[in-house]
C-alpha cells in the first residue's frame, strides 16, 4: 500500500506540463482522455516487477469511484480493490486543496466537506471516516490550532447534526460527565441516542462540530 501510494502518479511522466497543470475539471475532452489514461499506464511500467504487482493493480485503480463513475474500468462498490478505496480518497483529499481537480482551491474545511458531500457516492464510507478520524486525531495534537477557534468549528442543535460530522470538542453532560469525546465521528445511531437523551432529560445540547 505504502509504494502504491508513493508511485500512484508514475503513469504520469510524459505527459505536457500544461496538462500537468492544469485542474481535470476545466480540461479538454481530448486532454482529459489523456490524463486517465495515466493509472493504466502506471500499472503496466510497474507490472514487470515482481514486488510491485499489488501496487501496480491498486494504481490502475486509484481514480475509481464506489458508484462506478470513475476510472479506468468503471468499477463499483467493494470491486474496487481496497487500497484503490483508500488512495482515491487521500489523493483527492489533497488534490482538492491543491487546485489540480478543481479549478477552484478548497480549503481545509471545504475538503472535509467534500469529502462527505461525496461520501457513498465517489468515496468508500468507511475511507471517509478513516480519513475524518486521521484528521480530527492531527488537530488534537500540541502543535496544532486549538480547537476552539471560531474559523473552524461551529455550534449546531440535535437538528442540525447529520452522519460524518466530527465533535470538536467533548460533549458534557450539564452534570460533568462526558457524554461523547472530541473526534468523534458521528453515524446516525449516536445521533438518535443524543435526541432520545435530549427529550429524556429535557437538556438542550450544542454540539460542536469541526469544520
Not at 479506468?72 to 480518497?89: E, H, K, N, Y
Amino acid at each position: 500500500m505504502l509504494l502504491a501510494a508513493l508511485l500512484h502518479d508514475v503513469g504520469k511522466i510524459g505527459l505536457p506540463d500544461e496538462l500537468l497543470k492544469t485542474p481535470f475539471n476545466v480540461l479538454t475532452p481530448q486532454g482529459k482522455m489523456e490524463v486517465m489514461h495515466h493509472p493504466v499506464k502506471g500499472q503496466e511500467v510497474l507490472m514487470g516487477i515482481r514486488q510491485l504487482t499489488n501496487a501496480a493493480r491498486i494504481i490502475r485503480h486509484h481514480h475509481e469511484y464506489v458508484d462506478g463513475s470513475g476510472y479506468p474500468d468503471q468499477l463499483i462498490g467493494d470491486a474496487i480493490p481496497r487500497g484503490a478505496r483508500i488512495l482515491v480518497v487521500a489523493n483527492e483529499y489533497d488534490a482538492l486543496q491543491m487546485g489540480t481537480l478543481t479549478k477552484h482551491r478548497h480549503t481545509l474545511s471545504e475538503a472535509r466537506q467534500f469529502m462527505v458531500k461525496e461520501s457513498g457516492r465517489r468515496y468508500d464510507p468507511e475511507m471517509v471516516v478513516a480519513l475524518l478520524a486521521t484528521i480530527a486525531e492531527d488537530k488534537r495534537q500540541p502543535t496544532a490550532k486549538a480547537s476552539s477557534e471560531s474559523d473552524t468549528e461551529v455550534v449546531l442543535t440535535l437538528g442540525r447534526l447529520r452522519p460524518l460530522m466530527v465533535l470538536s470538542r467533548d460533549l458534557m453532560h450539564q452534570d460533568g460527565y462526558l457524554l461523547v469525546a472530541q473526534g468523534s465521528i458521528l453515524d446516525e445511531t449516536l445521533i438518535l441516542q443524543l435526541r432520545e437523551f435530549e427529550q429524556a432529560n429535557g437538556e438542550k445540547l450544542d454540539v460542536y462540530i469541526q469544520l
